[in-house]
Nanobody, 123 residues
Framework: QVQLVESGGGSVQTGGSLRLSCGYT???????LAWFRQSPGKDREGVAA????????YYADSVKGRFTISHDDAEKTLWLQMNNLNREDTATYYC?????????????????WGQGAQVTVSS
């Protein structure tokens, strides 16, 4: 399994920006890395994913054009840049890793998870 540690959550006003970071340790040459979020009473949903082998990215429709996922394989760090945040983005955000996620935004594809970082957007 992959060990993941997140940082960068916090509170921001509507329209603001936040950047989440996730440091990971892995001996695998390639991974699928992703960000998920979960609000109280809701299912965990995929936000964005990236394949380390080729850099291909995937986004939920609700965040396209506002969020950007990126990673640095040498530094073993994953980021999620979140711009133009709104109240619906309030959630606990989790980074996740899998040897290969065939459906990159499906939580069940991942076997390693970070501890979660709270993001709160207020008006």
């Amino acid at each position: 399994q992959v060990q993941l540690v997140e940082s960068g959550g916090g509170s921001v006003q509507t329209g603001g920006s936040l950047r989440l970071s996730c440091g990971y340790t892995s001996t695998r040459a390639t991974l699928t890395l992703a960000w998920f979020r979960q609000s109280p009473g809701k299912d965990r949903e995929g936000v964005a994913a990236i394949r380390s082998a080729n850099g291909r990215t995937y986004y939920a429709d609700s965040v396209k054009g506002r969020f950007t996922i990126s990673h640095d394989d040498a530094e073993k760090t994953l980021w999620l840049q979140m711009n133009n945040l709104n109240r619906e983005d309030t959630a606990t955000y989790y980074c996740a890793a899998a040897p290969m996620a065939y459906v990159p935004l499906r939580p069940g594809e991942y076997d390693s998870w970070g501890q979660g970082a709270q993001v709160t957007v207020s008006s």
